[in-house]
């Protein structure tokens, strides 16, 4: 006869996945660990989650919708995360506005959602698949705004590294925090701002000069 999965077990090897995502890393946590630590066989885990990249998803999807939800709300619906959708045409200074809701949104979400936003950032295919959402959607930015080719490679390059940039340095900003309010809210700010002008003063005028 088959057996039934039980939620309370299923509760279990979750609260114990985020801790074991949370403590090494996604690439090095282990199903043999997260087993261990729930008190069942490798197997067993297997019955209820298929694979670690499963199970990854499963704790961070309602973050990730959330976080969805935001830049959703911000740009009209024209972007959704994972999606490539519409491009967005926005002026540096609408840019600019979006970048302060961006964020406030994010640390408001990461307030209730610690563990699962460090988890989300760390090297799991669904971080991957989310930092090269954010590459494509900074090429199609840059594209769009300044009518420069998306396609040329100093662009294409560039907005890899900001994205990877974005990325590791918001990881060090939210697990540093000590308090998450008005203060954090201004450093998010300030610190995706300075990429906004990167863009603008720097790289930006040095395309555009050579289009």
Not at 42 to 58: A, C, I, M, Q
Not at 108 to 119: M, P
């Amino acid at each position: 006869m088959a057996q039934v999965l039980k939620e309370e077990v299923r509760n279990t090897i979750l609260e114990n996945a985020r801790k074991e995502f949370s403590d090494v890393g996604f690439e090095n946590a282990s199903m043999r660990s997260i087993a261990a630590k729930s008190k069942m066989t490798v197997g067993n885990l297997y019955r209820y989650f298929k694979s670690k990249d499963d199970l990854n998803e499963t704790i961070v999807s309602p973050t990730y919708k959330l976080i969805d939800e935001l830049v959703a709300r911000l740009t009209g619906g024209k972007l959704r995360l994972g999606d490539s959708g519409e491009v967005l045409n926005v002026s540096p200074e609408d840019l600019g506005g979006m970048l302060q809701g961006l964020s406030s949104g994010l640390v408001d979400i990461y307030k209730d959602h610690r563990i699962e936003i460090n988890i989300l950032m760390m090297g799991s295919k669904l971080n991957k698949e989310l930092t090269a959402w954010v590459s494509s959607a900074i090429a199609d930015l840059i594209s769009a705004s300044y009518k420069i080719d998306k396609s040329n490679p100093v662009v294409k390059t560039l907005s890899i590294c900001y994205a990877d940039a974005i990325f590791g340095g918001m990881k060090t900003i939210l697990k540093n925090a000590q308090q998450y309010d008005e203060t954090l809210k201004k450093t998010v700010s300030i610190y995706l701002n300075s990429y906004l002008m990167m863009l603008q003063h720097d790289v930006l005028d040095s395309l555009t000069k050579e289009a």
